[in-house]
């Protein structure tokens, strides 16, 4: 099993963070291990915890009527849920471990108890949270943008 310390440092949390600080924020996480199949939070589900993937896979996933189907697949070192963390809105889509696979946990009514002792802490974790979803909704823009170019190269025709 990885250590708090160690999956840590591999995250893009700590990108900014210092050993100390890396070492007080690892006293507020834990590492948890997920079975394959198993569901990390349920499609609507309200969730106040940030979750890093250390190994293995997170499915995205929607159920319709036609089945069970994976928006997106989120990788070592990608974050899960972190606008939840931020808001506590509910999820649009569930989290299922793809294979067996361990996440880092941070909840954000222990991250709080940093604003007083550890700004900076807190101040450069937040900063690396809003780099991700940044690149993320840069991601869905060049996507949406690229899905606009072909229904106007094609007319929509598949």
Do not use: C
């Amino acid at each position: 099993m990885t250590t708090a310390i160690d999956a840590l440092r591999a995250s893009p949390l700590a990108t900014e963070l210092s050993p100390a600080e890396i070492a007080v924020l690892a006293d507020l996480v834990v590492v948890r291990d997920l079975k394959d199949g198993e569901v990390l939070l349920p499609e609507g589900a309200s969730d106040s915890h940030l979750h890093v993937v250390i190994r293995g896979r997170i499915d995205v996933v929607r159920d319709s009527g036609h089945g069970r189907n994976t928006l997106h697949t989120l990788e070592p070192g990608d974050l899960v849920g972190e606008l939840s963390f931020m808001d506590d809105a509910p999820r649009y889509a569930a989290l299922v471990a793809s294979g067996p696979t361990e996440v880092l946990v941070l909840e954000r009514r222990d991250f709080e108890t940093l604003i007083e002792r550890s700004p900076h802490v807190v101040y450069k974790v937040m900063r690396a949270i809003m780099r991700v979803a940044h690149r993320s909704q840069r991601r869905l823009s060049a996507q949406l943008k690229d899905f606009e170019n072909y229904l106007f190269r094609t007319g929509g025709k598949i």
